[in-house]
C-alpha cells in the first residue's frame, strides 16, 4: 500500500493543524496506522498509532492530551489532529502501515510509509 501523508505547515505556538495519511493502491483498512515524527539531527520517534478499527489508541507521553488520531475506513485516511502545538514538536511527521497488532511505537515493524510533512512551529 501506498501512503501519503499531507496537512503540515507552519503554526505559532498554541495552535493547532490536522495531518492526513491517505493510502492508494489498496485499501489499509486490515493495518494499524502510526505517526512518526523526525526532528533534524535526531532520531525517528513513536507519536501516535490507531488499530485496525479504530478502536485502540496509543500515543507518545510527549503528545497525550494534546494529539488525538482517528481513522476513516470508508476514505482510507487516518488523521492525526494536533491542538497546543510547541516549538518542540516541529519535526518532520510520517505515517506508516503495519501489518501487526501489538509494538505501535516500534517503527520497525511498519512495512509502508508515507513522504512525509514537515511541521514547524514558532515560538
Known amino acids: 500500500v501506498q501512503l501519503q501523508a499531507y496537512g503540515g505547515g507552519l503554526v505559532q505556538a498554541g495552535g493547532s493543524l490536522r495531518l492526513s495519511c491517505a493510502a492508494s493502491?489498496?485499501?489499509?483498512?486490515?493495518?494499524?496506522v502510526g505517526w512518526f515524527r523526525q526532528a533534524p539531527g535526531k532520531e525517528r520517534d513513536f507519536v501516535a498509532a490507531?488499530?485496525?478499527?479504530?478502536?485502540?489508541?496509543y500515543y507518545a507521553d510527549s503528545v497525550k492530551d494534546r494529539f488525538t488520531i482517528s481513522r476513516d475506513n470508508a476514505k482510507d485516511t487516518v488523521y492525526l489532529q494536533m491542538n497546543s502545538l510547541k516549538p518542540e514538536d516541529t519535526a518532520v511527521y510520517y505515517c506508516?502501515?503495519?501489518?501487526?497488532?501489538?509494538?505501535?511505537?516500534?517503527?520497525?515493524?511498519?512495512?509502508?510509509w508515507g513522504q512525509g510533512t514537515l511541521v514547524t512551529v514558532s515560538s
Open positions: 506508516a502501515a503495519s501489518p501487526y497488532y501489538s509494538h505501535y511505537y516500534d517503527w520497525r515493524r511498519y512495512t509502508s
Open positions: 493502491g489498496r485499501t489499509f483498512s486490515g493495518n494499524s
Open positions: 490507531v488499530n485496525w478499527s479504530g478502536g485502540s489508541t
